[in-house]
């Protein structure tokens, strides 16, 4: 149990941002971790110089986001962030934006990138197989934008996971149901068309077989060339699908 509170020197000015920012704090210092409870709800307040309703409020709303456990006549546990939690937050947070899915698929090519140099290095042989047995179900997935969608994903958070990183990996499940989203939508525009969709397996081919020969330089190059060869077919395809109800009006 954490029995010790510092005082930050500049504390949030409303009551529910110095209860967050005391739990952000504490769980960068190493002071909190999983499984810790936190001090007495009238102990609590009175260090951080809130009203019990105000902590009470804070606390549930970190509970929701599922960082605390509370517990009901035992007090408040830490718990370990669940990334699909997280992720609905972050969606919500972000769904407003404009061009959202671009600017994921951005987040998208930085994080892959760094993983699977990472995972050149890291990969485990049962990682390799389980990217493997995805590209073969990719194959196989072709002509259904939801199924095929799914198995893109999966195929590429493999990689992700297969990197080690326990930091990317939790932003990227993070982002997982935009990813999602795009993975599905990209399907969509293209899975009638047998060029565009032989070539996107080719594409995850290339991918894994310069990460299975461990050489971090070409897996890189390989990643890029898929979404940058993705991004222009799927823009084809659009600009052709457009130029053809044009002629049939």
Same mark, same amino acid.
Request: aromatic share 4%.
């Given at each position: 149990?954490?029995?010790?509170?510092?005082?930050?020197?500049?504390?949030?000015?409303?009551?529910?941002?110095? $209860?967050?920012?005391?739990?952000?704090?504490?769980? +960068?210092?190493?002071?909190?971790?999983?499984?810790?409870?936190?001090?007495?709800?009238?102990?609590?307040?009175?260090?951080?110089?809130?009203?019990?309703?105000?902590?009470?409020?804070?606390?549930?709303?970190?509970?929701?986001?599922?960082?605390?456990?509370?517990?009901?006549?035992?007090?408040?546990? $830490?718990?370990?962030? !669940?990334?699909?939690? +997280?992720?609905?937050?972050?969606?919500?947070?972000?769904?407003?934006?404009?061009?959202?899915? !671009? #600017?994921?698929?951005?987040?998208?090519?930085?994080?892959?990138?760094?993983?699977?140099?990472?995972?050149?290095?890291?990969?485990?042989?049962?990682?390799?197989?389980?990217?493997?047995?995805?590209? #073969?179900?990719?194959? #196989?997935?072709?002509?259904?934008?939801?199924?095929?969608?799914?198995?893109?994903?999966?195929?590429?958070?493999?990689?992700?996971?297969?990197?080690?990183?326990?930091?990317?990996?939790?932003?990227?499940?993070?982002?997982?149901?935009?990813?999602?989203?795009?993975?599905?939508?990209?399907?969509?525009?293209?899975?009638?068309?047998?060029?565009?969709?032989?070539?996107?397996?080719?594409?995850?081919?290339?991918?894994?077989?310069?990460?299975?020969?461990?050489?971090? !330089?070409?897996?890189?190059?390989?990643?890029?060339?898929?979404?940058?060869?993705? !991004?222009?077919?799927?823009?084809?395809?659009?600009?052709?699908?457009?130029?053809?109800?044009?002629?049939?009006?």
């Amino acid at each position: 149990m954490l029995d010790i509170v510092r005082q930050d020197n500049e504390e949030p000015s409303t009551g529910a941002g110095r $209860v967050f920012t005391f739990f952000r704090d504490r769980l +960068l210092s190493g002071e909190l971790k999983a499984g810790d409870r936190l001090l007495g709800e009238r102990e609590l307040a009175l260090a951080l110089g809130v009203s019990r309703p105000v902590l009470r409020e804070a606390l549930r709303s970190l509970a929701m986001l599922g960082l605390l456990d509370i517990r009901h006549g035992r007090g408040a546990y $830490v718990r370990s962030a !669940d990334a699909s939690v +997280l992720g609905q937050a972050l969606t919500l947070c972000l769904a407003p934006e404009p061009n959202i899915l !671009d #600017d994921v698929l951005q987040a998208r090519i930085a994080i892959e990138c760094q993983a699977i140099r990472l995972a050149c290095l890291r990969a485990s042989e049962r990682d390799l197989q389980a990217i493997a047995a995805l590209l #073969d179900t990719l194959v #196989d997935s072709l002509d259904d934008p939801e199924r095929g969608g799914g198995t893109d994903y999966a195929f590429h958070l493999a990689i992700v996971r297969a990197s080690g990183s326990g930091a990317l990996m939790k932003i990227y499940e993070a982002i997982s149901p935009l990813l999602m989203r795009s993975h599905v939508e990209r399907r969509r525009d293209t899975f009638r068309e047998p060029a565009i969709t032989s070539g996107l397996v080719d594409a995850h081919r290339q991918v894994f077989l310069a990460l299975a020969e461990r050489n971090p !330089d070409e897996a890189e190059r390989r990643l890029r060339e898929h979404f940058a060869i993705g !991004d222009g077919l799927r823009r084809n395809n659009l600009i052709s699908t457009y130029q053809r109800q044009g002629m049939d009006t």
